[in-house]
C-alpha cells in the first residue's frame, strides 16, 4: 500500500524559508511522477511542482519558479520542496501526491496518491 507522509510545515515570516518532506512508501517509485500541490482557505488546489522519480526532470508554476526546488533522496525515498523567499501568498496546506502520466503533471485529478498535507502559514 503506498503511503505518502508530508512534514515540515509550519509558521514563518515574509522572506523566510522552509523545506518540505515526503516519504513515500509501499511500492518502487522509479516510474513516477512525484508532486506538490498547496490548497489556501477558499481556494482551489493548485499544481506548485513535480519531479520525474527515476530521471530528476523538474516543473514548477510560474509564481514559483527561482524560489522553490523540488528534489529528491532516493536512498531514503523521500522527495523535498525547498521553499525560499516565502511571500504570504505561499501560505497553504501542502500537499505531496504520485502520477504516471507526464502529460497531466499539473491536474490534480490524475494523481492517485496523496499525503495528509502539512500547513505552511508566511505571515507579514
Known amino acids: 500500500q503506498v503511503q505518502l507522509v508530508e512534514s515540515g510545515g509550519g509558521l514563518v515570516q515574509t522572506g523566510g524559508s522552509l523545506r518540505l518532506s515526503c516519504a513515500a512508501s509501499?511500492?518502487?517509485?522509479?516510474?513516477?511522477?512525484m508532486g506538490w500541490f498547496r490548497q489556501a482557505p477558499g481556494k482551489e488546489r493548485e499544481f506548485v511542482a513535480a519531479?520525474?522519480?527515476?530521471?530528476?526532470?523538474?516543473y514548477y508554476t510560474d509564481s514559483v519558479k527561482g524560489r522553490f526546488t523540488i528534489s529528491r533522496d532516493n536512498a531514503r525515498n523521500t522527495v523535498y520542496l525547498q521553499m525560499n523567499g516565502l511571500k504570504p501568498e505561499d501560505t497553504a496546506v501542502y500537499y505531496c501526491?504520485?502520477?504516471?502520466?507526464?502529460?497531466?503533471?499539473?491536474?490534480?485529478?490524475?494523481?492517485?496518491?496523496w499525503g495528509q498535507g502539512t500547513q505552511v502559514t508566511v505571515s507579514s
Open positions: 501526491a504520485t502520477t504516471t502520466m507526464r502529460l497531466r503533471l499539473r491536474d490534480d485529478r490524475y494523481y492517485g496518491y
Open positions: 519531479l520525474e522519480w527515476s530521471g530528476g526532470s523538474t
Open positions: 509501499g511500492r518502487t517509485f522509479s516510474s513516477y511522477y
